[in-house]
């Protein structure tokens, strides 16, 4: 099965640079989840709503009538009145919403990933509580991509440099397996599915991009969404 998340992530950096700091890389993977979620098809109750656009994909910052951050892609109940749309080569529709019944907070760690690890940490458990505000009761879902190459070469803003391998530059390589130790022992507790996605981008020319292993990536993310298929069901019945 071809999983269009893990396209969507693989498209960030394949083939054109990676520039940290763009808000939008996080909306543009998580949006394809819920895609997953419905081709997958181990829930006739999610596929169904869907179809009917009964839920859909928010949209907007807020919920309706809730004071609280969306993260990178949310899924719930879509207001009455409102209008759906459904863009073309999607199916799960866009709106405005009532409630998160689904929520999915998208990290990259491609550098310095200690330096940044506890910022990262802290905006991954406070996305629970912004996800739950309001009394919703959503699935929470977690991931993170660590890069695993043996160097990097760092699009931030106008300035750009070369991981040097000691001191304040640091290869990713050195740092990947600290990052994910911390990551399992600190966040993964607090959400309902927690994933890590173990990458090679070194961001320089040709910017190729690969899996540091692509079968374990697909049966992992594949059973992530089984399981939140069968908690949405039980959940949401």
């Known amino acids: 099965m071809e999983f269009r998340l893990l396209d969507a992530f693989r498209n960030a950096f394949e083939g054109k ?17 819920y895609e997953d979620l419905y081709h997958l098809g181990k829930s006739q109750v999610l596929a169904g709503r869907i179809e009917r656009k009964e839920i859909v994909l928010n949209v907007r910052n807020l919920r309706v009538g809730v004071s609280a951050r969306r993260g990178d892609g949310t899924l719930g109940e879509a207001v009455p009145g409102s209008a759906p749309v459904v863009d073309e ?12 019944d689904i929520g999915v907070e998208v990290k990259i760690l491609a550098k310095s990933m200690i330096k940044q690890i506890d910022r990262v940490k802290r905006d991954l458990i406070g996305q629970i509580a912004e996800f739950k505000k309001g009394g919703d009761r959503p699935i929470c879902i977690g991931i993170v991509g660590i890069n695993w190459a043996t160097q990097y070469h760092s699009f931030e803003g106008d300035k750009e440099y070369d991981t040097k391998g000691t001191g304040a530059r640091p290869h ?21 599915e927690f994933l890590i996605l173990k990458l090679r981008a070194k961001n320089q020319p040709p910017y190729a991009f690969s899996w540091v292993d692509g079968a374990d990536t697909a049966l992992s993310y594949g059973a992530l969404l089984t399981r939140v298929s069968r908690k949405y069901d039980e959940r949401f019945p």
């Open 172 to 192: 990713p390589a050195t740092e990947a397996k600290e990052a994910e130790r911390r990551l399992d022992r600190d966040v993964r507790p607090d959400f309902d």
């Open 89 to 100: 080569g999607f199916t799960v529709a866009r709106g405005q919403v009532a409630t998160v």
């Open 17 to 33: 640079p990676y520039f940290h700091r763009n808000p939008t890389i996080g909306d543009r993977v998580a949006q394809w989840l």
